[in-house]
């Protein structure tokens, strides 16, 4: 395993900041062109004039998930340990209803908030506006988190990570081989779809179509590829599910009422505070009481509702969050491990590279 | 005068996609944007009411343990959006101040409407742990089933509601 690189976000985390910035100026570079700065031509996507909204998204999905699967087939990286930092916890109904929500903001204000900012950086004073809007929106809904009621669907439907590959219980390989020629077949709907609805037009842009033409060949043949190349062994094999010192202690301090931790191990200098210390052949039996339940230390034999604290109870007492709650005291300032030689990672060693 | 010639939209995709996968093997990361209104939000509010912010725990606990709430990837990720859009616009001669909208809507019903879709927008970033950038294109292309329920829902509504706004954008 190669990617990512894990010093660009731990120990030279300056240099991962620079990177933060030139993905974000050729994330809103390809969005310009694309035309996801103006209003106009993202509304009409909902109306089925112009499906572009449509065909750059799939495009896109299409392209990084084959060649993360591709990657990952070649032993660069593995799949389910990038996709669980990358992806947040699946939540069923409060995803539901703010993508339901969201639909309904993005087809009022024109814009989804990424291309808001887009739509401000070309001077356009209603994605100023529909930004403005955005930051109001997610600072309220931190208030209406105050509300018990509301934390309580905040939270609903918990599943941790969970990708559609563990639902259907296949090869990761076979859904996204799945995805691509599903997204073949829709782009070329959508091309029947706008032909249909500008009528009169409809025998323009031959060229326009050869080109969607061969870009959907090129997809489909490395859709192929990623079928025919095996699956390397960490790719394909579930993990137990894991919460990181950091998510854990923004539990503890949110809803420590919808936690349970337990420590399996019989003899410890340190444990997170308010923690049950059980024998590890005893969490096997721990009844599903909705809380979510963090295992610190030895986790053979967890229930399917656990979840295991990375990187142990050194993660946690590394955590700056979690120490701010053991003293009492402001955490520190970030700048000083990372700039002193000191600073260890996180992580496991790196054992899991050579498997 | 503005162009309104744009990318093929399939190659668009690919580009968008090379981005998002460099982002996801480089950093281990997908791409966002409402993270960073979030963060943008509680910073004002850390000057302007530092007080208030303290108090509410789902406020205090946006920073981690970090010195300052905007010290953080997407923070730095948007403010790079932000010059990229920039630099398309201005180098495709679409750069300028106007309001984009429908011939049958006036400025002021525009701006409010913008404002109040990106206000709704807000609230159901943070509900589903995310919006189209963060939630469904990275999280969606990691194949993460919430995301994709997200997704699905996200053209749902905006197709539900487009009846209702309809005179906006004709």
Redesign the interface.
């Known amino acids: 395993m190669i990617f990512p690189f894990e010093s660009l976000t731990h120990a030279s985390r300056e240099l991962g900041l620079v990177a933060a910035v030139l993905i974000g100026i050729g994330f809103g570079f390809v969005l310009e062109r694309a035309g996801f700065g103006r209003a106009p031509k993202l509304a009409a996507q909902f109306y089925l004039r112009d499906m572009t909204v449509f065909k750059v998204m799939f495009s896109a999905i299409v392209t990084a998930m084959l060649g993360l699967v591709i990657a990952s087939s070649l032993g660069l990286a593995n799949l389910r340990e990038i996709s669980e930092s990358i992806a947040s916890w699946t939540y069923v109904w409060p995803m539901l209803f703010g993508g339901l929500l969201l639909g309904v903001g993005f087809i009022v204000s024109g814009y989804c908030p990424g291309t808001s900012i887009v739509a401000s950086a070309s001077g356009n004073i209603d994605g100023i506006f529909a930004f403005g809007g955005v930051v109001v929106g997610t600072f309220v809904y931190s208030e209406l988190l105050q509300i018990p009621a509301f934390h309580h669907f905040h939270m609903s439907g918990e599943k941790g990570a969970w990708f559609l590959y563990d639902l259907v219980h296949v090869r990761p390989q076979l859904i996204a081989a799945v995805i691509a020629l599903a997204a073949l077949l829709a782009f070329v709907g959508a091309e029947k779809v706008e032909r249909w609805i500008s009528g009169a037009s409809a025998n323009a842009a031959p060229p326009h179509r050869k080109i969607a033409f061969a870009t959907i060949g090129t997809v489909a043949i490395a859709a192929v590829v990623a079928i025919a190349l095996p699956a390397s062994a960490p790719a394909s094999t579930p993990r137990n599910a894991t919460i990181t010192a950091s998510e854990l202690s923004q539990r503890v301090v949110e809803a420590p009422w919808s936690i349970r931790i337990v420590d399996t191990r019989a003899k410890a200098a340190e444990r997170v505070r308010g923690s049950e210390v059980l024998d590890a052949n005893a969490i096997a039996e721990l009844p599903d009481d909705g809380r979510t339940l963090v295992i610190v230390g030895d986790a053979r034999h967890m229930p399917r509702h656990a979840r295991v604290l990375a990187g142990g109870i050194g993660a946690w007492t590394r955590d700056p969050l979690a120490r701010a709650l053991a003293t009492g005291a402001p955490p520190p300032p970030p700048s000083a491990p990372a700039a002193g030689g000191a600073f260890t990672k996180p992580k496991k060693k790196g054992g899991g590279c050579s498997a | 005068m503005e162009s309104e010639k744009?990318?093929?939209?399939?190659?668009?995709?690919?580009?968008?996609?090379?981005?998002?996968?460099?982002?996801?093997?480089?950093?281990?990361?997908?791409?966002?944007?409402?993270g960073a209104?979030?963060r943008?939000?509680?910073a004002?509010?850390e000057v302007v009411a530092p007080d208030h912010v303290k108090s509410?725990?789902?406020?205090?606990?946006?920073k981690?343990?970090?010195?300052s709430v905007l010290?953080d990837?997407?923070v730095?990720?948007?403010?790079?959006?932000?010059?990229?859009?920039?630099?398309?616009?201005y180098t495709?001669g679409?750069?300028?101040?106007?309001?984009?909208?429908?011939s049958r809507v006036s400025v002021p019903a525009?701006?409010?409407?913008?404002?109040?879709?990106?206000?709704?927008?807000?609230?159901?970033?943070?509900?589903?742990?995310?919006?189209?950038?963060?939630?469904?294109?990275?999280?969606?292309?990691?194949?993460?089933?919430?995301?994709?329920?997200?997704?699905?829902?996200?053209?749902?509504?905006?197709?539900?509601?487009?009846w209702f706004?309809?005179r906006?954008?004709s």
């Open positions: 744009f990318w093929n939209p399939y190659l668009a995709g690919i580009a968008l996609g090379v981005v998002l996968l460099t982002s996801f093997l480089v950093m281990g990361k997908g791409l966002g944007a409402s209104a979030n943008l939000g509680v004002v509010a509410n725990a789902n406020l205090a606990t946006t981690g343990g970090q010195a010290d990837w997407l730095f990720e948007i403010f790079g959006v932000f010059i990229g859009g920039a630099v398309g616009a495709a679409r750069f300028g101040a106007r309001v984009l909208r429908g525009r701006l409010a409407l913008a404002f109040s879709g990106g206000l709704v927008m807000g609230l159901a970033a943070r509900a589903a742990r995310g919006c189209t950038s963060g939630q469904a294109l990275s999280g969606g292309a990691v194949m993460s089933v919430g995301a994709w329920i997200f997704m699905l829902s996200v053209f749902g509504g905006g197709y539900a509601a487009a706004v309809r906006q954008w």
